[in-house]
Structure formats: structure tokens, C-alpha cells
């Protein structure tokens, strides 16, 4: 995944879908160069979390956003028969391949949703927030919750190898 700055002049659409691709590749940097152990690597025992974890989790927070509530699909979680995202954090028996397979898939069917929404005034209706939200939060939201993610993957990279940046 090819990390590009976000536009500083672009419309709104263009700019949400560049900083929402500039932080799904963030995560793929912070994953760059590491073994399967390396990336399983809890952060600080007991917690479970590691940058395949991260991985896992925001494959599941993809395919939640963009096809269920979005796309109105019912689907499995990934990792989870009890419905649980946390179960995605643990990633002790999962390797890269699988985890970037899963990842990368729910990104691009993502991507192919985002991009067949009419405007990002489309809105559809949030079963946990018991009301309805835009397409222009829920990508906000994912930025968010890549943002807050990858300062958790900075830290994780960092106590594994040295290796720092933004």
C-alpha cells in the first residue's frame, strides 16, 4: 500500500478518501520489515495487543463500517463467533498472510462501496448509536480510529526493533 500525503486543497470527498488511504497505509509501514513473531510481539503483558492484532482489528473494523452498516451485508466477524471485535487483538495464532489477506480484501471492498455511495450525505441507519449517521462521519470515524491505532503501532514498532517516524 502506497503511503501519499493527503491534498491540502482538495474537495471534501477526495480528501476524507486520501486520509483515510493515508492512514490505512501508515499501518502497513509500521508492519513493514517484521517476521511473523515480530508482528504477533505483545505490546505489554498481559494486554494481547501487537501490530497483527491491529491489523486483524481494523480488518474487522473495515468490514463493520463499510459492509454491514453501510452495505447492509450480514456477515461473520472474521475472528469471532461471538460477535466480539476484541477477539481480532489477539493474533497469536495468525501470521501475516492471513491477516493482510483478510485486511487488504475489506479495504478494497471498502473502497468499492465508499466509492458507489451517492454523496457523503448518504445516511444509514447505526444500530449502536441508535441513530442515523452520514457517510462523511463514518469515514471520519475510521480516520479516527486509524489515527488513535496507529499511535498504538508507533509505540508497538518502536519497543520491537527501535524503529520510529510518523
Not at 454491514?68 to 498472510?97: C, I, K, M, N, T
Request: charged share 30%; proline share 4%; hydrophobic share 40%.
Amino acid at each position: 500500500m502506497e503511503r501519499i500525503d493527503p491534498p491540502l486543497t482538495g474537495r471534501e470527498r477526495e480528501t476524507l478518501r486520501a486520509y483515510l488511504d493515508y492512514h490505512r497505509a501508515t499501518l502497513a509501514w509500521k508492519c513493514e520489515g517484521l517476521d511473523d513473531e515480530q508482528l504477533r510481539r505483545a505490546s505489554m503483558p498481559p494486554s494481547t495487543l501487537s501490530l497483527l492484532g491491529l491489523v486483524r482489528h481494523m480488518a474487522e473494523v473495515e468490514r463493520h463500517w463499510f459492509r454491514r452498516v453501510l452495505s447492509g451485508e450480514d456477515l461473520p466477524h472474521l475472528w469471532s463467533d461471538a460477535h466480539d471485535f476484541q477477539a481480532a487483538y489477539d493474533a497469536s495464532g495468525s501470521g501475516r498472510a492471513e491477516a493482510f489477506a483478510a485486511w487488504e480484501a475489506e479495504v478494497a471492498h471498502a473502497r468499492r462501496i465508499e466509492a458507489a455511495a451517492e454523496s457523503l450525505d448518504v445516511t444509514v441507519y447505526v444500530p449502536n448509536w441508535k441513530q442515523e449517521a452520514s457517510l462523511r462521519l463514518l469515514m471520519l470515524h475510521l480516520i479516527h480510529e486509524y489515527a488513535r491505532h496507529n499511535g498504538h503501532a508507533d509505540l508497538i514498532r518502536e519497543a520491537i526493533d527501535g524503529v520510529t517516524g510518523d
